[in-house]
């Protein structure tokens, strides 16, 4: 149950502290707590645990809902740890949501939050969710001899403020904080000294350390456009950006193929996580010979290839960033029957610059996911299977209600950990005709 403080619900301002039992995690890496009851009025409550009594300061009112932080802890989780990196706290960096939770109980959290969109988005009932999900699976430690869940991420954004110093950002904020070490970092990326002198004239600075150990650093002048956000799902995006140190092209491996591609296009950014999820997808099409694919926002092709080689047949793979195209053409040209088609999906599904038949589909959509559109068309073209990479399991969720309601199921569901101290969860779904 949910206890208000001194101050009266509607007169809460940014600031007021409250006291508040946690109830559960939900999609954004916060917990779920009520004032005045069960049906209270809402507040996402960050820095917190399930089940914990807090005194939570308010970040932000909404009309219906109230943002904050726990900022003293009553009673704890026994799943509560100390944070290893000091700027894991309420007020400072906002790029890893989970590092007051335990490695196991990041992965329930996770996996609790799955169901809770396949069940709140997709209209999946528990024992649906339990014929088709089961956990979060962990990944290999980047260093065999580190942590789990640290040094890990192999592409990191920093933003620069105006006194020309890198830090990353505030949680749902553009403030800068400036810090001397990010811990899941990969550590080829923690050893450079980026952070330790100023950056004049700069509004971020980018590293990249490839799968076969080239190290880049790329800087975004002052004054162009690009994100400054610390989103590890995103591409770093290569408009305006100045090469700094290390190579132009490198080299990323998944399995027993190479890709050479540019710094900063799209790549998963933690070191096991291009190959677990190619053994997942293939795991899940067992796609077969002679069988036609399409790789739907194939990015480099990683996908497009591990079917290729398994079909050899004709492969179609839709991507409309530039850098994308430019890394799957040039690495899948020794590949016999695969296309790279530049364009929008949409666009190219809706003026059949690609169509049907085919058997299989690999669907791998941006956070915001494929959209009833895409799905149509996918379903048009009467695939016998569709593998659906997400990384938002709130899209995902949303795309699935669409293929149920065209008469498809969800068959099966694997979900991994491939942002440790993170909110953020790969899903891979196989979807498949009712």
């Known amino acids: 149950m949910t206890e208000l403080g001194t101050a009266a619900e509607d007169d809460l301002v940014e600031g007021d502290r409250i006291e508040l039992t946690v ?32 005194t939570a ?39 890893c949501d989970l590092q007051h939770v335990a490695g196991d109980a990041q992965l329930r959290w996770k996996a609790q939050v799955v169901r809770e969109q396949l069940s709140r988005l997709a209209g999946l009932t528990p024992e ?40 990353l950002l505030q949680h749902r904020s553009h403030q800068v904080v400036p810090i001397d070490r990010c811990l899941i970092a990969h550590p080829a990326i923690q050893r450079l000294d980026l952070l330790h002198r100023e950056w004049p004239a700069t509004s971020a600075v980018q590293a990249v350390t490839s799968g076969a150990g ?28 100045v090469r700094r140190s290390g190579p132009e092209r490198i080299t990323e491996v998944a399995g027993e193929r190479s890709w050479e591609l540019a710094p900063e296009g799209f790549w998963q950014v933690h070191p096991a996580a291009a190959a677990t999820l190619t053994e997942a997808v293939l795991d899940m099409l067992r ?37 994308g195209v430019a890394a799957a053409r040039a690495n899948l040209a020794d590949l016999p029957g695969v296309e790279v088609v530049a364009a929008r999906v949409e666009t190219a599904l809706g003026r059949r610059r690609v169509t049907g038949p085919v058997d299989l589909v690999v669907l791998d ?19 016998r299977a569709v ?48």
């Open 57 to 95: 300061e308010i970040t932000e009112r909404h009309r219906g809902y109230l943002r904050a932080d726990a900022v003293v802890v009553h009673e704890a989780s026994p799943d509560r740890v100390e944070p290893p990196c000091r700027y894991a706290r309420p007020g400072r960096c906002g790029g």
């Open 365 to 383: 959509p941006p956070r915001a996911g494929a959209g009833a559109r895409v799905v149509r068309d996918i379903v048009a073209a009467r695939p």
């Open 23 to 54: 109830g559960a995690p939900a999609h954004g890496g916060h917990c779920v707590a009520r004032i005045g009851g069960p049906h209270g009025r809402v507040v996402f409550v960050r820095h917190a645990l399930p089940g914990e009594r807090v």
């Open 387 to 434: 593998a659906y990479v997400a990384c938002d399991p709130a899209a995902l969720a949303r795309d699935v209600r669409t293929f149920r309601s065209l008469g498809w199921d969800l068959v099966r569901l694997r979900a991994f950990d491939c942002f440790p101290m993170t909110q953020h969860v790969e899903c891979v779904a196989l979807l498949q005709p009712a």
């Open 128 to 167: 649906e969710q339990d014929r088709v999900f089961v956990r979060v699976e962990p990944l290999p430690p980047a260093d065999p001899a580190g942590s789990a869940l640290l040094g890990w991420r192999t592409r990191v954004r920093y933003a620069v403020d105006a006194a020309g110093r890198p830090g």
């Open 214 to 241: 080239e190290v880049v650093v790329l800087e975004r002048p002052a004054g162009t456009s690009g994100a400054a956000g610390d989103d590890p799902t995103e591409e770093l995006g290569g408009a305006g950006l």
């Open 287 to 323: 796609p077969a010979d002679g069988e036609v694919s399409w790789d739907l926002y194939g990015g480099a092709g990683l996908f497009a290839a591990a079917v290729a080689e398994r079909t050899g047949a004709r492969t179609t793979l839709v991507e409309s960033s530039p850098l």
